[in-house]
């Protein structure tokens, strides 16, 4: 029965297609005698009129379809395209970031080379810092092969950061100036002090709170002044003389209230070390 009412939907739908094709050619051929009547005429227009409709209706219902779906896929290619313009131009920028920060690093680090006179360089990289162990030590990319001791100074930023502490073939240990264990090798210091005679003393800490070196050891009485610049004297033989440290940023006592105790803030932020120099005096 079912396939009985979906034959007769089918006739049906044929049987009008043929009528209204046949009104509308047979109201054409009217229209177009000049003999037929003007009433007649008008009719045969509204037929055909009817039947273009009817013809119409669905091709532009599934032109109209085409179009959206057209549309829609437009609209999604133009969209992907967009979001790898967007992402394309976020590399871009973080990249650009990173190239702006590396130049200004390596601008500082020439800046620093262009002024060492009494020793010779070399540029390395840092490798590797572990959070255990963030304010005591890192590791660079140069070692034996590229003459680097144990003991030499190392700068980063226009500033002394710490010295070598240990040498592989291609790598380092750098020991930061901001270690305070008791184990660490401290530089030797001094500051020019208001009257004209120097101050001598020795990095004996670090205060990790306030990011200031602390100079213990005064070896003078001398009245110092607060943004004083810290440099290392020389003694020992093997830090060259007049390496920059920092600045004082106040004076104090020493935990007796007897001794003068000396607070300098560093030259180069501990935390922001990637590019170091390391320096060797020249024979």
Known sequence: MQKFFSNRRLVI??????VCFGLMGGSIAMRNRRSTPPLIQQFGNDIAGFADGIVAYPVNAVQGVADSVSGLMNAYTENRELKQKVSELAQVKVRDQTLAKENK????EL????????????SAAVMS?????????????KGQ???????MPVLSGGGLIGRVAEVNKTNSKVELL??????SNRFSIVINGTDGKSVNGIITGYNARTNELIMGQVTSTAKIKKGAKVVTNGMGGITPKGL???????IGKDDYGLAKKVYIKPATNFNEINIVTVAELND
């Open 145 to 151: 092969t590229s003459g680097i001791k144990k003991n």
């Open 244 to 250: 920059y440290v920092g600045k004082v940023s106040r």
């Open 105 to 108: 690093q390596l601008k500082a």
């Open 13 to 18: 739908t044929v049987v009008i297609l043929v």
């Open 129 to 141: 810092r572990t959070p255990s162990s963030w304010q005591q030590q890192l590791v660079i990319n």
């Open 178 to 183: 901001s270690d305070t264990s008791e184990s």
């Open 111 to 122: 800046k620093l080379k262009n002024s060492l006179t009494d020793y010779s360089t070399v």
